[in-house]
Nanobody, 124 residues
């Protein structure tokens, strides 16, 4: 059974950085695309970034491009989201997700597996 466990969230001042991690287990993920999404209070869950596990190709939401970097550690079966130059509007619960296949998908409904989420709060 696939399990995704996020960690690394917390409280940070605007302009600061955080690194989120998603530990993946339960199968081989070489043919999976991993994604990060976020959901702020009262808002819908939105796409942040995605990476193809085998080839490493990435895709970002415009709102985080140039500030966030998604990467994966094949040895540790972990996906990371390095978040720099954080803004108060980045405050949300951040979720790790996974789906099979190389095609880029940015809609939450297109992902099959989800973690429990980790809270990120950016103070102004």
């Amino acid at each position: 059974q696939v399990q995704l466990v996020e960690s690394g969230g917390g409280l940070v001042q605007a302009g600061g950085s955080l690194r989120l991690s998603c530990a993946a287990s339960g199968r081989t993920f070489s043919d999976y695309r991993m994604g990060w999404f976020r959901q702020a209070p009262g808002k819908e869950r939105e796409f942040v970034a995605t990476i193809w596990w085998s080839g490493g190709s990435t895709y970002y939401a415009d709102s985080v491009k140039g500030r966030f970097t998604i990467s994966r550690d094949n040895f540790k079966n972990t996906v990371h989201l390095q978040m720099n130059s954080l803004k108060p509007e980045d405050t949300a619960v951040y979720y790790c997700a996974a789906r099979r296949g190389i095609v880029v998908h940015t809609t939450p409904a297109e992902y099959d597996y989800w973690g429990q989420g980790t809270q990120v709060t950016v103070s102004s």
